[in-house]
Structure formats: C-alpha cells, structure tokens
T-cell receptor, first 112, second 116 residues
Framework: GENVEQHPSTLSVQEGDSAVIKCTYS??????FPWYKQELGKRPQLIID?????GEKKDQRIAVTLNKTAKHFSLHITETQPEDSAVYFC???????????FGKGTRLSVIA | NAGVMQNPRHLVRRRGQEARLRCSPM?????VYWYRQLPEEGLKFMVY????????ESGMPKERFSAEFPKEGPSILRIQQVVRGDSAAYFC??????????????FGDGTRLSIL
C-alpha cells in the first residue's frame, strides 16, 4: 500500500520568509496530492491540491510542485505571516475516490 | 451550502460503553470517509462508504468498530465496549463523485472522544 513520508516535522521561520515542506510517496499509481492546514482544535482545511498531469500549481502565496519520476511533492509558502502558523499535512491517493494516505504533519511556526 | 456536519463535537464515555459518532456529508456528496487522529499525529484512514455500501474498511479494527451510511440520514461510526485507547479525534470527510479523477475531500469539525 501507499506510504507517505513528510519532512520536516517542525519548522520555524521569520515572518516574511518562505517555508518549504516536502513529501515523498511510494505508490507510483498515486495521482492526486492534496495539502491540508490544521489549526489547533480545528478541522483539516484543504489549501491546495495537484494532480499528476501537472508539475506545478500556484494560488497566491501558496504553490505546490510535483516530481512524478522521483515520487515527491512539495508545498511552498512565500511571504509567511503569523496566521500561517499551523500543522500542515500532505496526502496522496490513486483514482478514483480512494482514501487519502496522510503524512505525519509539519508544525509550522511563523515568528513575528 | 453547509459543510460536513459532525456531532457530537465532544463525547465522553466510560470504559465498556458504546460511542456513536454521526456525520452528514456536504450536499451533493455521495462519498464519506472516516479518519482517526491521535494527539500530535496524522490522520489514519478507517472506512470509506457510499450510500448503503461499505467500499473499503481496511483501516477499521475488525472488532468493536462498525460503520454505516444508510439511504436516509447521516453516516454513523459505532464503537462498542470502548477502551482508553479509543480516545482520539474522529474526522469525517466527504467528496462528490469523480468518475475519472479524485475529487477533493472536505472535512468536518470532528468528534473528540474521551474514554474515562
């Protein structure tokens, strides 16, 4: 089955700097890769996702890149703000409508 | 369009009792997924259902746990004879039907189950 590894487990950045979180997956059949943001005591919120026919996707300060050959994908947050502080989870699944396999999460702290 | 609704938000049970967790998917969504989250850990898949059918229950313990998604009403995750190790946050997610590609899963606020 699919296995998703996520690094780093914790990340501290200064406000305004960029943050990068990386994930690797094991199943070459996986073709859908969402990222979720979870604040303390709240629900995971989908912030961006990418499908395997695309190498990069951007939404304002957030971007995701995918390297299918190497089986890894990354989340990039630019111009970080204190409200970006949360736990971020990557996930992977293969078609169609299959359950998500999550990484263990990255706790991002943005220091003002 | 209301989001995924879960209730109760918090549930306290004593060892040996039963816990029932409810999830109403977003309007128009026919796929429901249950995940469990332990403190400081990621989400672990438990079971995937469509109306009146269990599609994949590979992540659910064989004993004491069951799930259903009836034709009418919410999806129910049922835990019988609860033990302390069942204490966790249980999240439900739903997605619309995607015949050829995955559709985004949207999560509810979760039920935080505490076993005394």
């Amino acid at each position: 089955g699919e296995n998703v590894e996520q690094h780093p487990s914790t990340l501290s950045v200064q406000e305004g700097d960029s943050a990068v979180i990386k994930c690797t997956y094991s199943d070459s059949a996986s073709n859908y890769f969402p990222w979720y943001k979870q604040e303390l005591g709240k629900r995971p919120q989908l912030i961006i996702d990418i499908r395997s026919n695309v190498g990069e996707k951007k939404d304002q300060r957030i971007a995701v890149t995918l390297n299918k050959t190497a089986k890894h994908f990354s989340l990039h947050i630019t111009e970080t703000q204190p409200e970006d502080s949360a736990v971020y989870f990557c996930a992977a699944s293969s078609p169609p409508n299959t359950p998500l396999v999550f990484g263990k999460g990255t706790r991002l702290s943005v220091i003002a | 369009n209301a989001g995924v609704m879960q209730n109760p938000r918090h549930l306290v049970r004593r060892r040996g009792q039963e816990a029932r967790l409810r999830c109403s998917p977003m309007k128009g969504h026919s796929h429901v997924y249950w995940y469990r989250q332990l403190p400081e850990e990621g989400l672990k898949f438990m079971v995937y259902l469509q109306k009146e059918n269990i599609i994949d229950e590979s992540g659910m313990p064989k004993e004491r746990f069951s799930a259903e998604f009836p034709k009418e009403g919410p999806s129910i995750l049922r835990i019988q004879q609860v033990v302390r190790g069942d204490s966790a946050a249980y999240f439900c997610a739903s997605s619309p039907t995607g015949q050829y590609s995955n559709q985004p899963q949207h999560f509810g606020d979760g039920t935080r189950l505490s076993i005394l």
